[in-house]
T-cell receptor, first 117, second 113 residues
């Protein structure tokens, strides 16, 4: 069965340092997409970055990059030069791409990141 | 372009009351969905719709109804609220492509006493 595991309930990082948030996934499909979302204390869900299973390059979006290791089934989010505004919950999610256009996202339980000044 | 909007932001109900959570998007997205978010359980899909007139159940549909009469609107109805429905509810939409990103509304925090 499809599953997303985020093993770090909480993380601390010093401002301006880089931090890696772990995400491992389980799927039997060859085609899938991986997403990271940020949820600040205000509650909204903000899309950060997407990685397709067939993408050869690791996805990057500004200070966010995805360390995609397909053989290990991991899709860790790397935030470089952390800022105070990065303090939030971070969710990893997966969608299997062969199962039809309406296939739901499978979500991890999230990692709470606190950036210290 | 307001994106995905949800009303109300906060609501308190008594057990047995009914109410409708409103969701609208102005991006002409085909796909819309409702999630609930509970501590320790992540986001769980309640219902979703792949277009006007088409809805289907997600993981936790019991106690909720939806309809999709227009592309823009996707209301979620609680027919008889229960304390177990205390949660934060998110509406989301996406264009319809498999790799498309979902855009979320700001959420509705519902408490059922």
């Amino acid at each position: 069965a499809q599953k997303i595991t985020q093993t770090q309930p909480g993380m601390f990082v010093q401002e301006k340092e880089a931090v890696t948030l772990d995400c491992t996934y389980d799927t039997s499909d060859q085609s899938y997409g991986l997403f990271w979302y940020k949820q600040p204390s205000s509650g909204e869900m903000i899309f950060l970055i997407y990685q397709g299973s067939y993408d050869e390059q690791n996805a990057t979006e500004g200070r966010y990059s995805l360390n995609f290791q397909k053989a290990r089934k991991s899709a860790n989010l790397v935030i470089s030069a952390s800022q105070l505004g990065d303090s939030a919950m971070y969710f990893c999610a997966m969608r299997e791409l062969n199962a039809g256009n309406n296939r739901k996202l499978i979500w991890g339980l999230g990692t709470s990141l606190a950036v210290n000044p | 372009n307001a994106g995905v909007t949800q009303t109300p932001k906060f609501q308190v109900l008594k057990t047995g009351q009914s109410m409708t959570l409103q969701c609208a998007q102005d991006m002409n997205h085909e796909y819309m969905s409702w999630y609930r978010q509970d501590p320790g359980m992540g986001l769980r899909l309640i219902h979703y719709s792949v277009g006007a007139g088409i809805t289907d159940q997600g993981e936790v549909p019991n106690g909720y109804n939806v309809s999709r009469s227009t592309t823009e609107d996707f209301p979620l109805r609680l027919l008889s609220a229960a304390p177990s429905q205390t949660s934060v509810y998110f509406c989301a939409s996406k264009r319809g492509g498999i790799t498309d990103t979902q855009y979320f509304g700001p959420g509705t925090r519902l408490t059922v006493l």
